[in-house]
Structures are given as structure tokens and as C-alpha cells.
């Protein structure tokens, strides 16, 4: 049996196919590993996440503040077990390898805790108030704000409209002083919230600086005079 040798040019060609088939049967094998550290990572985030959602179950809240996102626990119980859970969700996602940048809840229950526990009876006592006079029949309908420029201004002007009602209910219904004191918490704890919105918009925008739409700008205001800032 006659066996035709190769001729330079043709092994030269084979060896070129050859690495080129181990190169993407390298590229293929780091996708799938990608992949598999992707889905880890998104069943890990969404292990805390159900935790959280499970142990916040527990605590006495209310929907009375509307679109405003602090914590509208009932008494100090119900705050201290928010922020234990906040914080072992934080926990949870730093061992899943997750960078935590910015979590507004440390204005709460790290910075200013006590100055909550000692608002807490004021937001407690006006709740019938604000169901009454307040939220979506007077500031909505609500709806989820998602990461986009136009998101956030239709959610601000949504936050403007709650914060200035609720203000006014406050310093109506809780001591002068007491109840603007209350209203001004609430109003340093949006400012920090719409902060890290644009941090959180600008990060997800690469090699990009987004200008904070004007309803959010309103919103960043250290004022002691609430009327200040949009009345």
C-alpha cells in the first residue's frame, strides 16, 4: 500500500488548524467558567436577597409615606430588627463577592439611629393623617424608577410632591418645633438617597457624567428652611 506524504505546506496548515482549534477550545472553556461564576454569583445575590425579603416580614410597617424610602417602621423594635437585617443582607452579599458602594440605610442605621428613635413617636401619630391626606390619591399613581435619567426625574417629582405633603402634615400635627424637626430628617435622608442615585447612574454609564435632572437637584438640599428648597 502506497501512503502519500504530507507535504511541508500541509502539516504547516494542520498545525495552524490545530492551535487554532485549542485556542478556541481554551476561550470556550473560560466562557463556560464565566458563566458558571455569573450564575453563582446571581443564585448567591438572590439567597441574600430572599433572606432579607423573609426577615423584613417580621417587622410592623406602614405605606403611609409613600414614595419616601425611609425605613416606615412602627417603634424601635421594629427599627432595630430593620437594620439588623439591612446589615446581615449587607453581610451576606460582601461574602458573595459583592462591592456594597453605596447603602442609604447607614444614614439611619448607622449615622443618625438615635435621632430616628427620637422622631419615631411623630411618625407614628400621624399616619392616619397622611393615609388620609398624602400618598398615591395625592402624589401618584407610583411607579418603579428605573436606571435612566428620565426615571429619576419622574420619580423626584413624585418624591417633591410627598415630602412637602407629609412636611405640612407634620408640622401640623406633632409640636411646632418637633414636628420640623421631622420633616427635615426626612428631607436629609431623600437628599442622600437621590445623591447616590446619580453616584449609582453615572458608575452605570461608563466614561460618562450624567447632569442630575433638575427635580433631583431641588431634592439635595441641607436647608434649614425646608420652604427653601421647592415651596
Known amino acids: 500500500m502506497i501512503i502519500r ?6 502539516l504547516a496548515q494542520i498545525e495552524s488548524n490545530l492551535a487554532e482549534e485549542e485556542e478556541q477550545r481554551l476561550r470556550w472553556g473560560l466562557f463556560r467558567i464565566e458563566d458558571s461564576v455569573q450564575l453563582r454569583d446571581k443564585m448567591c445575590r438572590k439567597k441574600c436577597d430572599e433572606n432579607l425579603r423573609l426577615g423584613l416580614d417580621m ?3 406602614h405605606t ?3 414614595s419616601i424610602s425611609m ?4 417603634d424601635e423594635n421594629d427599627l432595630k430588627l430593620f437594620c439588623r437585617l439591612d446589615d446581615q443582607h449587607s453581610w451576606c452579599l460582601r461574602y458573595c463577592g459583592f462591592t456594597i458602594q453605596f447603602n442609604v440605610n447607614d444614614f439611619i442605621c448607622k449615622d443618625h439611629f438615635q435621632e430616628m428613635t427620637h422622631l419615631l413617636p411623630c411618625y407614628r401619630h400621624i399616619i392616619p393623617v397622611l393615609k388620609r391626606e398624602c400618598g398615591a390619591k395625592r402624589c401618584g399613581p407610583y411607579s418603579n424608577i428605573d436606571n435612566m435619567d428620565i426615571g429619576h426625574a419622574r420619580g423626584c417629582h ?3 410632591c410627598d415630602i412637602k405633603c407629609t412636611a405640612n402634615v407634620l408640622i ?3 409640636a411646632n418645633e418637633y414636628g420640623r424637626k421631622a420633616a427635615h430628617f426626612i428631607m436629609n435622608y ?3 438617597q437621590v445623591s447616590f442615585w446619580m453616584k449609582e447612574l453615572n458608575d452605570t454609564i461608563a466614561n460618562s457624567t450624567v447632569a442630575t435632572p433638575s427635580a433631583c437637584s431641588r431634592l439635595i438640599c441641607h ?9
Open 5 to 10: 506524504r504530507k507535504r511541508a505546506f500541509d
Open 64 to 66: 403611609a409615606l409613600g
Open 59 to 61: 417587622v410592623k410597617v
Open 190 to 192: 431623600t437628599s442622600q
Open 71 to 74: 425605613p416606615s417602621v412602627v
Open 158 to 160: 413624585t418624591l417633591i
Open 223 to 231: 436647608k434649614s428652611d425646608l420652604s427653601e428648597c421647592f415651596w
Open 172 to 174: 401640623r400635627h406633632c
